[in-house]
């Protein structure tokens, strides 16, 4: 096999990893959408039905950590096959769920498979790109999440709502099994380079640089959730939208977060510091700016597709830096990476939550403003002298 042919599966395995990214982020909201289905079907209410996302996020935040340390010496290739057997099998299980209950167990499966998935598929792409062409290679990644938002979501929900809430978890399963068997062709071995013990992990988490980036990503997700999680109610009760019009906000958002990976891959080395600062900037901006901009569906999509770029950067950004920072111990420390940025998912939700309950809908772009500036000052007292030392990595 020549360079060009070596070059080209390098790049083919990464783009079916994007792919794989776009089904286990697709297969994670897409309950969103189907949950009066969901809940109709089990004779119970939308609000009980919710727990398949609430502990779902539980399960992957608790799991990250323990689950990679039990797989950290397996070989890569071996190890993402395994994982897609465990997520395929769930999913038969979630098509086929006889009650509540079953299908919650079928979740909890899916988060397993998800917990060390993310832990090890960026570490992984970075690994597989030739040098120079690691941004490249993580943009990738997080257009097949972006792509989630974009289609797999929405595809889902619609197929759900035809034919049944079972047969999107059976089309899932089916996808991933085709992306299983590209993966098996195209992907060589890959050995671990996790070269740490578990008595050596409270060591690599103690990292200053570590830890700061975990309490900004915390911080930050957290805000960020505290409005996106309850988006849609706010765009139509305060902005007075219609239910297809939210769509199309939904759609941009997820679309920016694409053009936002390309921002960060041609701007992360020539500007290590501004391409965190900016669209975190650019995020409070966006929060400040929710209640006015739902006035009118321009404002409403441009504040949207800002919105969805600087989130995109912020965790592109963050999950760079714990690669640079843990370059020993990729995989656990991305796996923490993942359980902390779940913890913002659920902290949001809930503090959206409560605004809704004792203040008013119009106040969750103010209150996740919040979170942000702290994490702005947070940046400049914690951040600031170590952020630069691992710039040049």
Not at 44 to 58: E, F
Not at 116 to 130: E, H
Not at 277 to 305: D, E, K, N, R
């Amino acid at each position: 096999m020549n360079n060009t042919q070596k070059r080209s599966r390098i790049w083919s395995s990464i783009l079916c990893l994007a792919f794989a990214a776009f089904i286990f982020n697709t297969t994670e909201f897409v309950p969103v959408g189907l949950l009066p289905n969901i809940a109709e079907s089990f004779s119970m209410d939308v609000a009980h039905a919710g727990l398949l996302l609430t502990i779902y996020a539980w399960a992957v935040s608790l799991l990250s950590l323990p689950l990679t340390i039990l797989t950290a010496k397996m070989e890569r290739r071996k190890l993402l096959v395994f994982l897609f057997c465990l997520f395929i099998g769930s999913h038969i299980l979630a098509g086929f769920a006889w009650n509540f209950y079953s299908l919650m167990v079928a979740r909890i499966g899916i988060a397993c498979a998800h917990a060390v998935f993310w832990a090890i598929t960026t570490p992984l792409a970075v690994r597989l790109a030739p040098n120079g062409k690691k941004a490249k290679a993580m943009g990738f990644i997080v257009v097949g999440t972006s792509m989630a938002t974009i289609l797999g979501i929405p595809i889902g929900t619609m197929i759900g709502q035809l034919v049944g809430w079972r047969v999107t978890f059976l089309c899932i399963g089916i996808i991933a099994f085709c992306v299983m068997v590209l993966l098996m062709y195209l992907l060589p071995n890959v050995p671990s380079m996790n070269t740490i013990s578990i008595r050596d992990i409270p060591k690599v988490l103690q990292r200053p640089v570590l830890l700061n980036i975990y309490l900004l990503t915390a911080i930050i997700i957290t805000g960020h959730f505290t409005a996106y999680t309850y988006i849609t109610p706010f765009m139509l009760k305060v902005g007075g939208f219609d239910q297809h019009m939210v769509v199309v906000l939904l759609l941009a958002i997820g679309f920016s977060g694409m053009i936002g990976s390309i921002l960060f891959a041609k701007f992360a080395d020539k500007h290590p510091v501004a391409i965190l600062v900016v669209p975190i900037i650019l995020l409070l901006i966006c929060l400040l700016s929710l209640y006015v901009c739902s006035f009118s569906l321009f404002t409403a999509i441009v504040q949207g597709m800002v919105w969805g770029l600087s989130i995109t950067i912020i965790g592109m950004v963050m999950q760079s830096k714990v690669i640079d920072v843990a370059p020993d111990a990729a995989d656990i420390a991305t796996s923490v990476y993942s359980g902390i940025y779940n913890i913002g998912i659920g902290g949001g939700a809930f503090v959206g939550s409560q605004v809704l309950l004792y203040l008013s809908t119009h106040y969750i772009g103010f209150v996740g403003a919040i979170f942000v500036i702290i994490a702005l000052c947070l940046f400049y007292w914690l951040a600031r002298k170590t952020w630069y030392s691992i710039s040049n990595h």
